[in-house]
């Protein structure tokens, strides 16, 4: 059975910084590419970061220079970096990964960038 579990997620101040993860069990783990995807109240799910199986990265716009996405192997976890954080970083981020079978998303967890 494969499982997503996202933690890190919390209430922060702009300009603050958080990490976030996302541990994969029930899959090959190194084989997937990852990716961490956000939604905000009433918009779109979006990507926010993706990493391929031997590390290449691809960033939204709108976090490039403040969010990096990484990933631990023999960890089976992957990453998501946030520096700089501001208000409109603030959603519910999950994880996703396309196995050969399906596409499976964490339950996500959430950011809150207020003062």
């Known amino acids: 059975q494969v499982q997503l579990v996202e933690s890190g997620g919390s209430l922060v101040q702009p300009g603050g910084s958080l990490r976030l993860s996302c541990a994969a069990s029930?899959?090959?783990?190194?084989?997937?590419?990852m990716a961490w995807y956000r939604q905000a109240p009433g918009k779109y799910r979006e990507l926010v970061a993706s990493?391929?199986?031997?590390?290449?990265?691809n960033y939204a716009d709108s976090v490039k220079g403040r969010f990096t996405i990484s990933r631990d192997d023999a960890k089976n976890t992957v990453y998501l970096q946030m520096n700089t954080l501001k208000p409109e970083d603030t959603a519910v981020y999950y994880c996703?990964?396309?196995?050969?079978?399906?596409?499976?998303w964490g339950q996500g967890t959430q950011v809150t960038v207020s003062s």
């Open positions: 996703r990964v396309p196995t050969t079978e399906r596409i499976y």
């Open positions: 990493i391929t199986d031997i590390g290449g990265t």
């Open positions: 029930g899959i090959f783990f190194s084989i997937y590419a």
